[in-house]
T-cell receptor, first 116, second 114 residues
């Protein structure tokens, strides 16, 4: 079974629009971490955020914000006032205590295109 | 502090040739991971090391693939013989020892096997 589902394969928005990238995860573990990574056209994977299962507090970093809801097993990522530089593939990932040693289960990614 | 370093960044080779990918993890990190990214399969974990010891290599596709970590600052992923279906981007990542630690990725090696 897919542990991390990113149902949105591709999203296009016009610059300055807000956009939310969805991430739904599946785990039986009570202790786990969720991550978002960004992969710009240059190809590297850039770490954005990590959130543990005991901390449902939303986080904001500049134009980025993350909404973690255990009740719906979701960890959504919102970009406010999108910019062309936000164009990238965004990956959500999960690591579980039960598997140990920070095995990361990645979603299939959402390709975001910001149109100028 | 330098991030994860991978070399080469691009590799083009012919089917049947041996390919060696290299990785230098972030200094002080105890865990090292090799991933492969393809359009069809996305990001797949191939193998990971903890304190230079291979812990799980269940993701290694077949015997043609091997990985080593002779010391804390160097790892190799070798494909011998290479096949066209091995064409992919190979990422190395490193993290601290705990499972809660974040993995930081290198820039990747784009491998093309003709």
């Amino acid at each position: 079974a897919q542990k991390v589902t990113q149902a949105q394969t591709e999203i296009s928005v016009v610059e300055k629009e807000d956009v939310t990238l969805d991430c739904v995860y599946e785990t039986r573990d009570t202790t786990y971490y969720l991550f978002w990574y960004k992969q710009p056209p240059s190809g590297e994977l850039v770490f954005l955020i990590r959130r543990n299962s005991f901390d449902e507090q939303n986080e904001i970093s500049g134009r980025y914000s993350w909404n973690f809801q255990k009740s719906t097993s979701s960890f959504n990522f919102t970009i406010t006032a999108s910019q062309v530089v936000d164009s990238a593939v965004y990956f959500c990932a999960l690591s579980e205590a039960v598997t140990g040693a920070n095995n990361l289960f990645f979603g299939t990614g959402t390709r975001l295109t910001v149109i100028p | 502090d330098a991030g994860v370093i991978q070399s080469p960044r691009h590799e083009v080779t012919e089917m049947g040739q041996e390919v060696t990918l290299r990785c230098k993890p972030i200094s002080g990190h105890n865990s090292l991971f090799w991933y492969r990214q393809t359009m069809m399969r996305g990001l797949e974990l191939l193998i990971y090391f903890n304190n230079n010891v291979p812990i799980d290599d269940s993701g290694m596709p077949e015997d043609r693939f091997s990985a080593k970590m002779p010391n804390a600052s160097f790892s190799t992923l070798k494909i011998q013989p290479s096949e066209p279906r091995d064409s992919a981007v190979y990422f190395c990542a490193s993290s601290g020892q705990g499972w809660t630690d974040t993995q930081y990725f290198g820039p990747g090696t784009r491998l093309t096997v003709l």
